[in-house]
């Protein structure tokens, strides 16, 4: 069973950056795409970033706009997501996730298993 935890969240205030990182217990980490969702209170969980497990080709959703970095050491079994510019609307607790399947990256969540616990992110305005 493949077991991921989140860390590096933590309170930051607007304009500025943070990177999370999610490390897999799971052998089979390197096989699959990784993604990175997010959940703000009251509000749906939603995509965030992906990243393909060999050929390193990420997939954002438009509201990163540049702003984030998805990447991924396989070696560490680890994935990162480094943010920049970070606004109020940023603020949310920050989900890793590996990919039910390989192929082509997915931004629903239905695709996605073996979630992690999340790790919160607040920007302070």
């Known amino acids: 069973q493949v077991r991921l935890v989140e860390s590096g969240g933590g309170l930051v205030q607007t304009g500025g950056s943070l990177r999370l990182s999610c490390t897999s217990s799971?052998?089979?980490?390197?096989?699959?795409?990784m993604g990175w969702f997010r959940q703000a209170p009251g509000k749906e969980r939603e995509f965030v970033a992906a990243?393909?497990?060999?050929?390193?080709?990420?997939r954002y959703a438009d509201f990163v706009e540049g702003r984030f970095t998805i990447s991924r050491e396989n070696t560490k079994n680890t994935i990162y997501l480094q943010m920049s510019s970070l606004s109020s609307e940023d603020t949310a607790v920050y989900y890793c996730?590996?990919?039910?399947?390989?192929?082509?990256?997915?931004?629903?969540?239905?695709?996605?298993?073996?979630w992690g616990q999340g790790t919160q992110v607040t920007v302070s305005t």
């Open positions: 990243i393909h497990w060999r050929e390193n080709i990420p």
């Open positions: 799971g052998d089979t980490f390197s096989y699959y795409p």
């Open positions: 996730a590996r990919a039910r399947y390989g192929g082509p990256l997915s931004t629903s969540s239905d695709d996605y298993v073996s």
